[in-house]
């Protein structure tokens, strides 16, 4: 049924509202391509921010047709919509015309990840533990099929996935955990030090069996210690919080990709 509305502004459905997804979306991009600077992985780089922008008119009109509404704003958001989806189609098909095909393999593992995020969406739960977790374990295959696209080391390129993962668990439970501070609830903190000891562990297992390195482990390390320390004193905004997960991702990918460099 189509109904009236007010006039929404372009921007505000263009572009993506989820100041966290950007760092977990450029992060495997940047990895990848500091690896593998090819054609392919440019092409992959321009199909993983055309997804993420997707993301936010997709989830607007889901939203607005779920609920059986068709204002002037869903007929925006599926434009915006279609537009990134056939930006994501151009990036895959430079990656399949100039690539290793063998990239594909990441992102078929990560398809369960991708439509766990569509399901949580399309039903306004994107934005729960499982609708995070699922986004960034999907965006996070991006930096293991660049590499692979760009004919990287193949157990290092899934191993860059593995530390992206671990950077990510440990990144969104300690982002929760400080919003839910910030504003007086209950956090179990003992919850969020078992994950960051649980991601470790993992990862260390994974560089002592060459699958990754020492210096992404080194960077998630680093990231782990700040969450405990950090749950340890007051609460900080949320702007706090964002910026220095925009630090340690970078930190991450830079130490990451130069640990691959130096192993290949």
Excluded at 156 to 172: F, Q, S
């Amino acid at each position: 049924m189509v109904t009236s509305q007010p006039s929404t502004p372009w921007k505000s459905l263009a572009v993506p509202n989820e100041h966290g997804g950007w760092g977990l979306t450029l992060e495997p991009v940047i990895l990848g391509l500091l690896v593998s600077p090819q054609a392919a992985g440019w092409g992959l780089g321009l199909m993983a921010l055309a997804s993420f922008f997707a993301r936010h008119p997709v989830k607007i009109a889901a939203g607005d047709l779920r609920r059986g509404r068709y204002y002037p704003r869903t007929k925006t958001a599926l434009f915006f919509a279609t537009l990134y989806g056939l930006l994501a189609l151009l990036g895959l098909g430079l990656a399949w015309r100039f690539g290793d095909r063998s990239f594909v393999w990441p992102l078929l593992a990560a398809s369960p990840f991708v439509a766990a995020q569509v399901l949580l969406d399309s039903l306004g739960k994107g934005r729960t533990l499982m609708g995070e977790l699922s986004g960034s374990l999907a965006m996070g295959a991006m930096a293991s099929a660049i590499i692979l696209a760009g004919g990287g080391p193949a157990v290092l390129a899934w191993g860059a996935w593995l530390v992206l993962a671990a950077r990510a668990l440990i990144a969104i439970r300690y982002a929760r955990a400080q919003v839910r501070r910030a504003h007086g609830k209950y956090v179990s903190k003992i919850s969020t030090f078992s994950t960051v000891a649980l991601s470790l562990l993992l990862l260390l297992i994974a560089t002592l069996l060459g699958v990754s390195t020492w210096l992404g482990l080194l960077a998630v390390a680093a990231l782990g210690a700040y969450a405990v320390y950090m749950l340890e004193r007051p609460p900080v905004t949320a702007r706090h919080v964002g910026w220095s997960q925009m630090f340690f991702g970078g930190l991450v990918a830079i130490l990451t990709a130069l640990g691959i460099r130096l192993l290949a």
